[in-house]
């Protein structure tokens, strides 16, 4: 699977954008801090998965004054030629096409069109709260499988709804109160054990994957270890029934799969909080590696990898275990600079030669158009939009 | 932002209230219908008018009416004994095209929801309990959305309708998850139906 041609129209700072990575090996995405090479590879990443690897709200990724944002992507997906188009309506829905036709469950899209994002940020799967580490194995496992997807979204909808109804209980459980809370709580638990049970399976099968690429990276056999912890023992339903009482006065959820946490150990003892920053980042550099192969191996094709500036935190030769580690990906490399000597590039693409970008002053392309000739047809006709 | 005037904005306004209709989309409905012909214009108003005056719910099943009972309780020919519980008017017509059940509906009005600030008591749920007796129901089908809401309130309608001795059937599943009924097409909903089964309490 890789990228043949992207482009962007009013996400975040450009205005039109157009670009062709190579198809194999890096291309390098280069400019100066603040041109937007992040916004591009946020935007790639956003037509897989819908959601914006910064965590940042819908709002700011059209560019202000903009009705709304596309991105479009063609891609040769073993062969096969797949046109992914997708709009960011604020307000309002996504709408995405895939060859033109209308795609009602964008999660059916997510499992046969992986993208594995690398970023600075990436420390915080170590070294930040447990949300971030579920993060990471809920991504991986939505990319595996779609019927995952789905079960974390119903989770997600759920939890909500009972929060909602624990906090319009103010504490006082009338009939209707716990008549209602019971049919949340039997959903919750039918969604929430199969979270967990497919979480467990997920981290048994990248537990290999993730030693083997910590020896790689990090250059020696350490003692690493992954394992997941519930929540609450026994069956969900008796366990939310236990603490039912609890989350009536305290008006949250107290057990379930948003509680669970992934265990990252270093040495024996906890990464999170033993281990030093360098060796936070290998450990997060080698979980986001396990979790890249993991999905090139069920899902039959390389994640396309997109690294935004995170080999200037490596050194040599952690960046080099990188590159090596991901021999068939097609790789998209932001950085502000080249990468230093004994790492290849097959394409090295000037981010102020892209497009046209707001308040940018006068550089580059000035406005490549979002359509290449007849090729790949008209763009999405936002007048077509309703939902 | 340029500041339209108070009939233009007071028409925005109205429409932005609609459901589905962002503050954009009220914009471009608003202006359509100022650019289109005065007679296809004033026929829209009319519709609205006339509809919200003659139209009203059915004092037995919820659903639309013009007059007291709608036309599905007023039919002789449709069966006691059995009602087809649904969330909105929209899922009668759906049910009814498949051609696949012939007695009695009730429409709830929504579904469980907080988020939507809507629970029990602001469905037309005590109303369907209501009927069990005097219409000597035997079978009370949920035919609720196949998404969590629907699913909630499905839930908690067969609790309370198996403390009142009456059978309960839920439509098979196999419709598309996270689905309304409106969108399943006749066929699958046909199916769905005559594949009900039993829910336990
Ligand atoms: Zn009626």
Redesign the interface.
Known sequence: MHVERLWLSDWRCWEVAELAPSATGITLLTGPNGSGKTNVLEALAWLARRESFRAAPRDVLVREGA?QAIVRGRFDSGGRALLVEAECNV??RDRVLVNRQPVR?HRELQASFPVSVFTPDDLAVVKGSPSERRAVLDETASSISASFA?ARA?LD??L???A??LR?ASGRLTA?IE??L???D??LSRLGEEVAARREALVAALRPAFESAYGRVAGERGSVSLSYTRSWSGELDAALAAHRGEDLRRQVTSVGPHRDELVILHAGKLARSHASQGEQRTLALALRLAAHTLVEEHVGTAPILLLDDVLSELDDYRAAALIEAVPSAQVILAAASPPRLGIDVATTIDVREIGRRLGATQGGGGGAPLVDGGESGTPMCPAAV?? | MAVYTPAVQRLIDELGKLPGIGPKSAQRIAFYLLRAERVDVLRLADAIRSAKEHVSFCQRCWNVAEGPECEICADPRREAGTICVVEEPRDVVAVERTGSFHGRYHVLQGAISPIAGIGPAQLKVKELLERLQPEAVEEVILCTNPNYEGEATAMYLARQLHERGVRVTRIASGLPVGGDLEYADELTLGRALEGRRPVEG
Do not use: F, K, M, N
Request: charged residues 35%.
């Open positions: 009705p307000p309002g469950h789905e119903g909808r759920v909500r709804q009972r909602i109804l319009q209707e008549d209602t019971a049919v949340w039997r959903q309703e939902s």
